[in-house]
């Protein structure tokens, strides 16, 4: 997961953002979190008459209505089984995914791959989901400093993501087949990072105590409300866009698969209780054809799993709280075992009805220096295999893994060419070649373990 600076509204990139999506008509796209810009004064006045029809009434307590022939056609737009391909899809993630295992090609996109036209193109040729790195997040909808409204609770700007919900709406206005078309994961909710401090604090300010576990549940209500109102309430002019939405992120420690206690939500609640929370209010104001999942990384450690399990199960038994599935984030490495990763999706698929993997990278091996890359390639190559045909197998058992999300769009942009401590993340001491496209945006042999592996030994 993506972590790093606090999403600043995004300058320069803007004018040429809507270019890049009227002029590429194919693509797959990804990248780092210091790709995100800022947003200068000019954008926020254009997007403001939608941001205002976001925040809908605040009397609106429910979740905006959905008829059953919306379902329907939701239905229709969310089965890969259902979607139909021609020649210029052959070699392609997506028509690969839709027929190897049913389920959709993600990529994680920044603001800034927007104005990169060759980026954009990758995101657009091979993908049918998308995630945003860091525009969805807390910091960015709420801000470094609270903009409190006359109901006492943060009022969110959503200027930043509308701006990419934007150029995806018009491009996929522009797109006949449904396969082609960006549907997007939202990206997160409730996180213990890349959350402002002073939302967990009386007063809104850090200076300040936390506040009672009663009033940080209002506030998180208030959030999760404004969320779903703003993208799915009857004026949004992006309602249907979002197919899923990563409820709570990390919530579960690496060491005994126990609560992670270095969070201030946990500081607040002392307890897993603002987690299921957080799944009662985003079932009561998302509309049902948003799935909600759990996203965690180090997903396949034993102790850690059994924990998110027991933690999904705590969920389930509360009548009022809906969890539909497990993302598995994917940040692994060149020692990758296909083994643990079946019995990790085993065990979530026990308990949730669809997996999901969300945030897919490979780190490099120990010794690479960047330089035989032919090699590190190769093996790459094969790891990503063995994990595509673990996928493939799962399915046939039953195991129901819906959509491969990748971290980036292409090498250059990774988020693990620099030090992050975050969970998955790289130390920054050498270099990193992580995804399927190289930092030139062409395919690498990893690409064809997943399109058609009868090319691994010639892309070898």
Not at 346 to 362: F, G, N, P, S, W
Request: aromatic share 10%; charged share 25%; net charge negative.
């Amino acid at each position: 997961m993506r972590r790093g600076g606090r999403i600043k509204k995004l300058a320069a990139i803007l004018t040429c953002a809507g270019m890049v999506f009227a002029t590429v008509s194919c693509g797959a796209d990804g990248s780092a979190q210091n790709d995100s810009a800022e947003t200068v004064q000019t954008a926020e006045a254009e997007t403001a008459e939608t941001t205002e029809e976001g925040n809908v009434a605040e009397e609106q307590e429910a979740a905006p209505e959905t008829g059953s022939e919306q379902e329907t056609g939701q239905d229709a737009q969310q089965d890969p089984q259902a979607w139909e391909w021609d020649a210029a899809d052959e070699e392609t993630l997506r028509c690969a995914f839709a027929k190897g295992f049913g389920g959709r090609a993600g990529v994680c996109v920044p603001m800034a791959a927007l104005s990169d036209a060759a980026r954009m193109e990758i995101v657009k040729g091979q993908f049918n989901s998308v995630t945003m790195e860091n525009e969805m997040k807390p910091d960015s909808l709420l801000g470094d400093k609270p903009n409190i409204g006359e109901d006492g609770f943060p009022v969110l700007s959503f200027t930043v993501p509308d701006m990419m919900m934007k150029e995806i709406k018009a491009y996929n206005d522009s797109v006949e087949k449904e396969g082609r078309k960006l549907m997007v994961r939202g990206h997160v909710l409730v996180w213990h990072s890349q959350t402002p401090e002073w939302f967990f604090h009386e007063e809104y300010n850090v200076d300040k105590p936390y506040v009672d576990q009663q009033t940080m549940l209002a506030r998180m209500e208030s959030y999760i409300r404004q969320v779903m109102e703003h993208y799915e309430g009857a004026d949004s002019p992006y309602q249907g866009m979002i197919y899923a939405w990563d409820v709570v992120n990390e919530a579960v420690n690496d060491t005994d698969g126990g609560m992670r206690t270095d969070s201030s939500w946990f500081r607040v609640f002392n307890s897993s209780d603002f987690v299921e929370q957080a799944f009662v209010y985003a079932n009561r104001y998302a509309p049902a054809h948003i799935k909600l999942f759990y996203n965690d990384y180090n997903d396949t450690n034993p102790k850690k799993a059994d924990g998110i399990c027991r933690l999904i199960e705590q969920i389930k038994a509360n009548p009022e709280a809906r969890i539909d599935g497990m993302g598995m984030q994917g940040h692994y490495d060149m020692d990758f075992s296909d083994v643990l990763f079946k019995q990790a999706a085993q065990k979530y698929a026990a308990v949730v009805d669809e997996i999901q993997i969300t945030e897919l990278d490979l780190k490099a091996s120990r010794g690479f220096d960047g330089e035989n890359t032919e090699e590190e390639y190769r093996k790459q190559a094969e790891v990503y295999k063995s994990l595509y045909d673990a996928v493939k197998s799962l399915k046939q058992e039953g195991v129901p893994i819906t959509a491969i999300v990748f971290w980036g769009t292409d090498d250059r942009h990774s988020w693990l060419q620099s030090a992050n401590a975050a969970g998955g993340s790289a130390d920054g001491t050498r270099v990193q070649c992580p995804l399927l496209f190289d930092k030139d945006y062409e395919k690498k042999p990893a690409f064809w373990a997943f399109v058609d592996d009868s090319k691994l030994e010639a892309a070898e």
